[in-house]
């Protein structure tokens, strides 16, 4: 016998919940965030579980050395060498993949791709739309995949109970939800889209794929802010998250990695978009850089580590006298923050006088960088721009600031160094010690690659990194 329902508070920011309203979330300390919601007592029957178990049987613990994997068998692959590189060498089998980004950025083009190739070469995909008619997929396809293999199945349905069964009937290797916030279950009565049954329909997907052995791809949209609509809860649930991003008036597509259980977060794939859909970037670095100007001011090259490659990236500065009362700073694809701790470090430590000075700093191609090793360049694009001083397009800068402008050591030089070399770089300036250590390792023949003249430019301070690019 069902047990009756209660009802709890669930908040939208963290997920938590309690028993009693309150105006402020106990958990995360958000305001009004505090959502009711009814929730029922799991019995033995309950479809909402997520153990394998046969319905009315207990589950039963085995021995984790007893448990086979399978290795490489349990990866399907899609066809496409980026994406596999972002999902860590392709979708796992039973695995809950959630990609999300802004309408009309190409989640929903990068899927179907996937899923056409996936097709042909091992069985059935299920693409289950929400959004569209059965017509309105079969046009997208015949544009994008003009060689659609007859075990591609679409399914127009936002229930979930109806899509559990067509799934039971189909039996694919691979289904597609296009998209979470259309889905609902009758076992809710709350419309679709809101927390309870966003909720409760990732839960139902998790525990079909699981049991079912089923690899799931959920698309999920975004709010204005670059947040995913509905409640966090569904990036708990999940085994991967990806998120795809790019400018609407550029053809340049970046898929980001920021959960992966079975793979490397902060993973990238690079994607073009054309007429028939996406293509894969091979050289991103030359891309990024193929139309940066020699001997330009204000412009310096930098690199970043994402997930298991290197990445160049050209760095613009570009300074100018404010005709209001308060200098402008603006970044784009940098952390605006972190700009305003340079500039007052380049006005203490190098002499700079930019109180009066409108800053602005762009990441060329849209690409926002993480992490602080792309610090000195802008450090230095800044002050080219600022004393009319020309950049050499052969020079690499690499290296945290400090607040006292010493310059402190990042990860992955080695590799960054080498993709320098592959790329036509000359000069690489960097934190002293770590020249000094990768100095030491390719005299001793320990590092490959950076023979061809590749210069090791060490330098403790933002002052020496000054005097270094100018030469």
Known sequence: MAKKAKTVYMCTECGGESAKWSGQCPFCGEWN?????????????????????????HAKANKLMDIETGGEKHRISTGIGEFDRVLGGGIVRGSLTLISGEPGIGKSTIIMQAASNIAKKYGKVLYVSGEES???????????????????????????????????????????????????TQEIDSAPGSVSQVRECGNEFMRLGKVKNIPIFIVAHVTKAGELAGPKTVEHLVDCVLNFVGERNQDLRILRSFKNRFGTTSEIGAFEMGEHGLSEIKDISKRFLEDMEDGAEGSMVTAVYEGTRPLLLEVQALSAPSGVG????????????????????????????????????????????????????????????????????????????????????????????????????????????????????????????????????????????????QK
Not at 174 to 182: A, F, G, K, P, V
């Open 134 to 184: 059965e017509e309105q997929i079969k046009l997208r396809a015949d544009r994008i995949c003009p060689d659609m293999n007859e075990n591609f199945y679409s399914l127009g349905e936002t229930n979930l109970e109806n899509i559990a069964a067509v799934t039971e009937e189909v039996k694919p290797v691979l289904l597609i939800i296009d998209s979470i916030q259309t889905m609902y």
């Open 326 to 469: 308060f200098a402008r700073r603006t970044a784009i694809g940098f952390d605006a923050r972190r700009l305003n701790m340079i500039l007052a470090v380049l006005e203490r430590q190098a002499g700079l006088s930019l109180a009066e000075q409108d800053v602005y700093v762009n990441v060329v191609g849209g690409f926002r960088p993480e992490g602080t090793s792309t610090d000195l360049a802008v450090a230095l694009a800044i002050h080219s721009t600022f004393r009319g001083v020309s950049c050499r397009k052969d020079t690499l800068a690499l290296g945290e600031i400090g607040l006292t402008g010493d310059l402190r050591r990042i990860q992955y030089a080695e590799r960054i160094i080498k993709e320098a070399a592959r790329m036509g770089f000359k000069r690489v300036i960097l934190p002293r010690s770590q020249a000094k250590k990768l100095g030491d390792l390719k005299a001793a023949g320990a590092i490959s690659g950076t023979e061809s003249g590749v210069s090791l430019m060490g330098v403790r301070n933002i002052n020496e990194a000054i005097e270094a690019y």
């Open 33 to 57: 965030t505090m959502t009711e919601m009814k929730a029922q007592d799991t019995d033995e029957n309950d479809r909402r579980r997520r153990s394998a178990a046969a319905p009315g049987r």
